[in-house]
C-alpha cells in the first residue's frame, strides 16, 4: 500500500469486555528493559527529573501569583512533569526519585489557599487564558503520583486536596454560571475543556457523581453547548472534516481534550463518546501523522501534515515534541479502547524518530534565548521540535516562560517524562486470553496470565537496529494461553520461529495458543530492508523529495557525515523502491547507532544515519534532513 492511501474506519467493532477496554495494561509492570530506554531514563535522570532544585523552582510558582502579569502557563509544568516521572518511579522504582517526588507533592499541598485552590493565578486573576490548563496538570500530577503513593496517609491527603481544588472550579463554573469554555480566549477554550480527563479519573477515585456530572457538562459543551463555538466532539462524530478543519485545530490541546472523551467513555459507556473518540484518532493517524510520526508543520497546529510536511511554504518551527509525547499516550488510549495494531506501529514510530530526535545529547544551551538581566540560557534536555526538510535542530522552545529567579523551562520538556513513563505498561499489554505483544524492548519483564500466573519475559537483541529479536518464556507453571505478536506494517516477510519451527505471520496481531511451558523459545525476524517513502500523491511536491525507512527507523542525511541535506539525491532503488545498504563509519557522531552506505544511480553512495541522531549540534554543523530533495 503506498503511504498517500487510507485505511478505512472499523465501523463493526463491538465492545466485549466489561470494562470497555479490549486490551489491558500490564499493571503488575515489573521490567527493566535495556538499549533505548536504559539510556533515555539515565539521560532523565542526570539532566531532569532528579533535580531537586528544578522541582522547587516549579512549586514556587504557586507560592505567589506568578502567572497574573501575562496569564502564562508556569502553571502547568510541576504537574506535567509530576505525572512523567510519577510512572517513571513506577517502572523503575528507584527510591531516591520516590523521596524526591514525595518531597514535592508535599511541598506543593502545603501551595493549597483557604479556598481549595492550587493555582498560579490570584482570585481575581483566574479562570482566564491558561488558569484551568494548569489546574488540570495540578491535578493529573497529584493523581499519578497517587498510583505510586506507598503512604496511606498522604493519599487520603492528596484525595482531599483534590476534591477541594475541583469543587471550588465546580462552585464556580458551569452551564448556569460561568461557562467553562468562555475561561479561556484561546483555542475556543479547548484548553479549559481539557480537564475532563482528570475530573473523570477523580470520580473513578472518589465515586462522587458531582465529579461525573461536571465531566457530563464538559462532554456536551465539546458536542456543540458551547458559547465559544467550541464543538471539537461534534465534529468527530460526525466524521466530516479532517482534524485541520475542525473549529480549533491546536493538535496538543485537542488531543488532550479527546484523551478525557476516552475516559468518559471507559466510564459510561456512551456510545457517541466512542465514535468521536475512534472517528478522531483515525483521522489523525491518516492525515496529521508525518514521516517520523508525530503532526504539525506550522508551529504546533493540526494542518493535514501528511500533505504539508514536504511543502516549502510550511518551513518555520514544527513537530512538536507535546504533541508527539500526547499522541504516543493517546495511541496507548486506542490500544486499549480498539486494540488496532496500527497504533502501536504508530506508536513505535514516534517513540524511534521523533521523540528520541527530542533527546538534546550534547547538551547545547537554548542560543536563541537571550540573556538579559537576571535571565540566564538554560540547558533543556529536549528539543521542542524538529525539522524534517533540510534544517537545523533547536530552532525554538515550547512553551518558554521565565520564572521569578530569572530561570525558564519550557512545555516539551516537561512533557518528555511521560513517554519512557507509560511505554513499559504498554510494550505488553493484556486480552482476555493471554498476552499481546506490541513492542519489542531488549530485556526482562513480567506479566500476568489469564490464570493470574506470572509470566516473565526475557528478551534479547539489537531490534530495532538489528533483524532479529529473541525471546525467553518462564511461566510460573505450564498453561495454555494465547501470545499476539504484532508483526508491523512494514514488515511482511516477517519470521516467527517457536522452538525451532517456523510459523506462518501476518501483518497485524499474529496469534498462538498453546500450552507454554518453561524455557519456550521464541525469536522473531524482521524485514529491515530499506524502504523508499514518497510524499503523497496529492502533494504538488510528490515528485521532488524522498525519505528513507528502514524498519520503524527513518534515515536522514546530516553534514558531519560528509553530505549536504540541500543537495537532491539519486538513490537506486529497485523495482519494488528497495535498495541495499551496507554499514559505514561515522567519525564525528559518536552517538550515531545506524550508518549506512546506500548507492545512486548517479555520483558516489550516499551516507545516512537514523534520524534520532541527526542534527543534534543543534547549527549548521550537522544540518540535516529526512525528507530530501530528488534529482530531476
Not at 530526535?357 to 534536555?381: A, D, F
Not at 517457536?498 to 505471520?505: A, Y
Not at 522473531?524 to 521532488?544: A, C, G, K, Q, V
Request: glycine share 8%; aromatic share 12%.
Amino acid at each position: 500500500m503506498k503511504n498517500s492511501e487510507k485505511t478505512m474506519l472499523n465501523n463493526e467493532f463491538t465492545i466485549t469486555s466489561f470494562d470497555r477496554d479490549v486490551l489491558l495494561c500490564n499493571d503488575l509492570c515489573r521490567a527493566h528493559f535495556g538499549g533505548d530506554m536504559a539510556e533515555l531514563i539515565r539521560f532523565m535522570y542526570r539532566h531532569q527529573i532528579k533535580d531537586v532544585t528544578l522541582w522547587k523552582r516549579f512549586v514556587h510558582q504557586f507560592t505567589f501569583n506568578s502567572d497574573d502579569d501575562r496569564y502564562g502557563w508556569r502553571c502547568e509544568y510541576w504537574g506535567k512533569m509530576m505525572r512523567g516521572a510519577a510512572a517513571v518511579y513506577g517502572y523503575t522504582r528507584d527510591k531516591m526519585l520516590y523521596a524526591i517526588l514525595e518531597d514535592s507533592v508535599r511541598e506543593l499541598l502545603c501551595t493549597q489557599d483557604s479556598l481549595g485552590r492550587i493555582s498560579t493565578y490570584s482570585v481575581n486573576a483566574e479562570f482566564h487564558e491558561w488558569d484551568m490548563w494548569g489546574r488540570k496538570y495540578v491535578l493529573l500530577g497529584l493523581q499519578y503520583f497517587m498510583e505510586v503513593c506507598e503512604d496511606e496517609a498522604l493519599k487520603d491527603q492528596i484525595r482531599h486536596a483534590m476534591c477541594l481544588h475541583l469543587d471550588y472550579i465546580i462552585d464556580h463554573l458551569g452551564e448556569d454560571k460561568l461557562p467553562i469554555e468562555m475561561t479561556s480566549k484561546i483555542w475556543l477554550g479547548a484548553n479549559s475543556c481539557s480537564i475532563l480527563e482528570p475530573v473523570v479519573r477523580l470520580y473513578n477515585s472518589t465515586g462522587d457523581k458531582r465529579y461525573l456530572d461536571f465531566a457530563s457538562y464538559i462532554v456536551e459543551v465539546g458536542f456543540g453547548k458551547s458559547q465559544s463555538g467550541l464543538k471539537i466532539f461534534a465534529e468527530a462524530y460526525e466524521n466530516k472534516a479532517i482534524p485541520s478543519d475542525y473549529c480549533e485545530n491546536k493538535a496538543y490541546e485537542t488531543m488532550s481534550c479527546f484523551e478525557g472523551l476516552a475516559e468518559y467513555y471507559r466510564v459510561t459507556g456512551d456510545e457517541k463518546a466512542k465514535i468521536a473518540v475512534r472517528n478522531f484518532a483515525y483521522q489523525v493517524l491518516h492525515n496529521e501523522m508525518s514521516v517520523i510520526g508525530t503532526s504539525g508543520c506550522k508551529h504546533e497546529l493540526f494542518d493535514n501534515t501528511r500533505l504539508h510536511q514536504v511543502d516549502p511554504a510550511f518551513n518555520g518551527i514544527m513537530q512538536e515534541t507535546c504533541v508527539s509525547v500526547t499522541w504516543i499516550k493517546f495511541c496507548g488510549q486506542m490500544l486499549r479502547l480498539f486494540g488496532d495494531p496500527v497504533f502501536a506501529d504508530s506508536m513505535e514510530i514516534t517513540f524511534f524518530n521523533a521523540f528520541l530526535g527530542s533527546m538534546n545529547t550534547y547538551r547545547i544551551p537554548q542560543s536563541h534565548v537571550k540573556k538579559t538581566g537576571e535571565h540566564y540560557c538554560e540547558i533543556l534536555p529536549f528539543d521542542s521540535y524538529s525539522a524534517l526538510r533540510p534544517g537545523m535542530r533547536g530552532q525554538g522552545v515550547g512553551g518558554q516562560m521565565f520564572m521569578e529567579d530569572g530561570s525558564f523551562y519550557g512545555c516539551c520538556a516537561c512533557i518528555s517524562p511521560v513517554a519512557p513513563g507509560i511505554l513499559p505498561r504498554l510494550a505488553t499489554m493484556l486480552s482476555r486470553d493471554g498476552v499481546v505483544l506490541n513492542l519489542y524492548l531488549p530485556g526482562d519483564q513480567s506479566v500476568l496470565t489469564p490464570s493470574g500466573a506470572e509470566l516473565r519475559i526475557l528478551s534479547e537483541g539489537g531490534y530495532p537496529y538489528e533483524d532479529t529479536i529473541r525471546l525467553t518464556l518462564l511461566p510460573e507453571r505450564e498453561e495454555k494461553f494465547s501470545i499476539s505478536f504484532r508483526i508491523p506494517a512494514w514488515s511482511s516477510r516477517c519470521r516467527l520461529v517457536v522452538n525451532g519451527k517456523e510459523e506462518r505471520t501476518e501483518v497485524g496481531y499474529t496469534k498462538l495458543t498453546r500450552v507454554w511451558k518453561t524455557g519456550d523459545k521464541i525469536e522473531l525476524t524482521f524485514d529491515l530492508r530499506l524502504t523508499r517513502i514518497d510524499p503523497p500523491e496529492d502533494s504538488p511536491y510528490s515528485r521532488d523529495y524522498v525519505a528513507l525507512r528502514r524498519g520503524c527507523l527513518v534515515l536522514a542525511t546530516d553534514r558531519r557525515l560528509g553530505e549536504d541535506p540541500d543537495e537532491p539525491v539519486s538513490i537506486a532503488f529497485d523495482a519494488e523502491g528497495h535498495v541495499e545498504g551496507t554499514p559505514a563509519e561515522h567519525p564525528g557522531v559518536p552517538d550515531c547507532k545506524l550508518c549506512l552506505s546506500v548507492p545512486q544511480t548517479e555520483g558516489e553512495p550516499l551516507k545516512l544515519m537514523e534520524y534520532s541522531a541527526a542534527g543534534k549540534t543543534w547549527d549548521d554543523a550537522s544540518r540535516y534532513a529526512a525528507w530530501m530533495p530528488l534529482k530531476k
